[in-house]
């Protein structure tokens, strides 16, 4: 795909990956939607990276539908839609809180339902593309990941369905699976020293841009990105 002129919609991208990812997407020639919940948040980004974008939780399918609608009003089309939003928190089993882990499934799963569904006639028209921000946690659980892994592990499991849906009708949908990023995921000041040696939101925004411009005669179906060495010295 041809990044330049592309009409993308990134869910959660008011901070962290989604941010690195429209700030790269943007100097490639996209045209970027940004998202998120907090009103602030959100408003700092778009005049930060100049972008359009609307606040929503996608969590929410009326909220979910208007996101898509609004991003459709802005770009006169999606050609791809990127569905970032995402959060976890860990608790072991005997902490498991059923309320947070059913709001942790209600924007993994549910939010990635809701706005791919309400994107899907836009993306159909555009041949366009679905890039689906999962995690390592997906690939192998952890303890303490009882909620946020099976919120992944699901993700994964619907973005299988998806590809053997939609590939016959030229849509190619992609897995990120991310491990560890220095971002406001676990929490910490946006602003502080990163370590070097770990992932950087920039890490992964230039993986989904990498794969996004291979020709759309192939795609790359899914895709894990690690820390080359992470590890303590000595
Ligand atoms: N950081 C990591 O180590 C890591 C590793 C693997 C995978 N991931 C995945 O990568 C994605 C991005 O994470 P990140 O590290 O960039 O986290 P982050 O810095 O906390 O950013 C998350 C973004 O999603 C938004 N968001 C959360 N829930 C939302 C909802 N229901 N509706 C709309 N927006 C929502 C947040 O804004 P508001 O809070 O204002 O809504 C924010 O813009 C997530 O899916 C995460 O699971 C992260």
Redesign the pocket.
Known sequence: MNLDGARVLI??????????TAALLKERGARVFL????AD??AG?MEELGLPGHR?????RE??IA?VEAARGALGGIDVLI??????RRMPLGEVDAEVMHAIW???VL?VVHTTQAALEDLERAKGAIVN?????ALRGYAGGTA?CSS?FALRGLTECWRAELRPRDIRVLLV??????????GGD?DRELDPRK?H?ED?AHAIGGALEMDDRGFIPELSVFATNPFPAG
Request: proline share 4%.
């Open positions: 869910t959660g991208s008011s901070i962290g990956i989604g941010a690195a998202n998120g919940r907090d948040r959100l980004a929503a939780d996608v969590g929410k909220e979910a996101l569905n970032n939003a995402g959060w976890g209600e924007t993994n939010g921000i999962a995690s390592t946690a946020y992944k699976n991310p491990s560890e990023v220095q971002t406001c995921f676990f946006p992932l939101a992964i």
